[in-house]
């Protein structure tokens, strides 16, 4: 690894050292011979089409995949190996289960075996973290053109001259997901299994071909060493300033508009998802995008079209099989459609991506109970507070059963790739927004003038007024009045946005329907942060809803 202080612990992954040409995967018990190193995007193309029966060209350019039986991530399945370095640092819970380390073996074993009946395989060799300080070194071993294709475009790709340099990776990912796990090996819960040894700094992925497993592997590894050196990892997206090079972050769950939002022709793209925040500024720790496709148009986000060319991967779409068109619409195979493209297909991108510190903390949520103001200001209790909640909500028909809003708490808006307990993350963010004297808001991409059903989702052009008014310092200097149930400052003017809006109240004809709902979602605000009281201070408790 590059000099850093993120990776502690020496790991023995000898494999032959990296050059351009051959190498063997030997070290790691593969004897594979034909290995596809770094392949370019056409090379894997022209792979994909021949050998893979699931994979296409779109009209765009782009390479269709399907993924098969799995279309998104399996949480439920994902392990940690519970070892005596690390144990008393990982929040075990529903998001880390621990395994022992003979079941990692034995599921490793399992992967190899496989890999090893394959007549050719290939390899990535790439970086995490555009700051050369903290950057990892990721080997991805895989079976799919369409999965190296992916980690190409995710991952920062070397020069050829850092290719022929590269050495020892810090990371291993071993991706067998076209084989399942033994659901009689101790641990498992169903043929799928996510395994991480942080000892090892090895990932093994069996039972799933979803390509986002090996995005949030990387993730879940920086998830853990860079807190550790005091380095804040964050699930947001980034962009700056363009005389300033100031950063603002934006995080939110699935669907929250992280991404949408953050390819604005008005500044500076650093990244749609991945963040580590150091003493030097902010960085992206990778190299492409991961946009939502559904309902995806040119008129609504026009950067994220275009990226979707020759080069990037449309995953689970659908498509017409004779003029090779896709429908960005029909999700009947699934709503988590997917395009993955290199960072430099926005035209905005700063390359490298890396910025100052930032000026502005913006936690997006899509509140479907339609309660939540546009925009708030929150004091830095009330930061730390909605930032452990990592509040969004599904709206009624997303999954089965789902008949009404239901409130989603994720903490950290990232709760799936956490390691520390929340309050590492929170305390680290606390403490660098205030050393940085960096705003904090909260901004609701949801409903207005009524619940999911009755009211109306909030406009794309509302919410980038909004995103503007806050960047430019506008909103800062607006006047407010305090929400009465989430104690937060509420501005009551904002350039381009009718006054009536900002205050939800205002916008639903029943104001004893919308006092009942707003009552409802502070009690769900309240039973959900009795898990981190504990580890809470009387100043962030008081923050909350009352």
Not at 421 to 447: D, I, S
Request: charged content about 20%.
């Amino acid at each position: 690894m590059s000099a850093t202080p993120i990776m502690l612990q020496e790991v023995n992954h000898q494999a032959e050292p990296a050059t351009d040409g051959p190498i063997t995967l030997e070290a790691y018990g593969i004897t594979v011979r034909d290995i596809r190193r770094n392949y370019s995007p056409a090379a894997l193309y022209v792979e994909a089409i021949r050998d893979d029966a699931k994979c296409d060209i779109a009209d765009s350019g782009a390479l269709i995949a399907m993924s098969g039986e799995k279309t998104g991530r399996s949480p439920t399945d994902k392990r940690v190996v519970q070892h005596p370095a690390s144990t008393d640092n990982v929040w075990w819970s529903n998001v880390n289960v621990p395994i022992d380390e003979e079941t990692f073996e034995v599921n490793r074993e399992r992967a190899v075996d496989y890999l090893n009946t394959r007549s050719k395989l290939y390899v990535v060799d790439a970086f995490a973290g555009w700051d050369p300080s903290y950057r990892l070194k990721v080997r991805v071993i895989c079976t799919r053109p369409y999965h190296a294709l992916f980690m190409h475009n995710m991952l920062i790709r070397p020069t050829a001259e850092e290719l022929r340099s590269f050495g020892n990776p810090d990371v291993v990912i071993y991706n067998a997901g076209s084989f399942p796990a033994n659901r009689r090996t101790k641990g498992m819960t169903s043929k799928t299994s996510v395994d991480l040894s942080l000892e090892r700094k090895e990932f093994v992925i069996l039972g799933t071909e979803y390509a986002g497993e090996m995005k949030k592997g990387v993730f879940t590894m920086m998830n853990y060493f860079g807190p550790e050196q005091g380095i804040l990892s964050m699930h947001c997206s980034a962009t700056a300033d363009k005389a300033t090079g100031r950063s603002s972050l934006l995080f939110g769950l699935s669907g929250t508009g992280k991404t949408t939002l953050s390819a604005d022709p008005h500044r500076l793209l650093i990244g749609d998802d991945e963040h580590c925040w150091t003493d030097q500024g902010i960085f992206n720790i990778e190299g492409g995008c991961y946009a939502k496709a559904i309902d995806l148009t040119p008129e609504n986000e026009p950067e994220i079209f275009q990226a979707i060319r020759f080069g990037s991967v449309l995953e689970n779409v659908v498509y017409d099989r004779q003029s090779h068109h896709v429908d960005f619409h029909d999700t009947s195979i699934t709503q988590n459609t997917r395009g993955a493209y290199p960072i430099e297909f926005i035209r905005n991108a700063k390359i490298p991506c890396v910025a100052g510190h930032p000026t502005d903390v913006i936690f997006l949520t899509c509140d479907a109970f339609g309660v939540l103001p546009p925009v708030s200001k929150l004091t830095p209790a009330q930061a730390r507070y909605h930032y452990i909640s990592g509040y969004t909500a599904k709206v009624a028909g997303t999954e089965m059963g789902v008949t009404e809003p239901q409130a989603t708490f994720s903490p950290c808006f990232g709760g799936p790739f956490l390691v520390w307990r929340p309050a590492k993350y929170a305390e680290l963010l606390a403490a660098k927004m205030q050393q940085h004297r960096a705003n904090a808001w909260l901004v609701n991409t949801g409903w207005s003038g009524g619940a999911y059903g009755v009211g109306a989702r909030m406009k794309l052009k509302i919410t980038r007024a909004i995103i503007e008014a806050i960047h430019n310092g506008q909103l800062a200097q607006s006047p407010t009045v305090k929400d009465p149930v989430f104690g937060f400052e509420v501005p009551t003017a904002c350039e381009g946005i009718p006054a009536e809006l900002l205050i939800p109240r205002q916008t639903w004809s029943d104001k004893a329907s919308y006092d009942a709902t707003a009552k409802k979602l502070a009690t769900l605000f309240q039973k959900n942060f009795e898990k981190y009281a504990d580890g809470a201070s009387s100043e962030v408790l008081a923050a909350g809803p009352v």
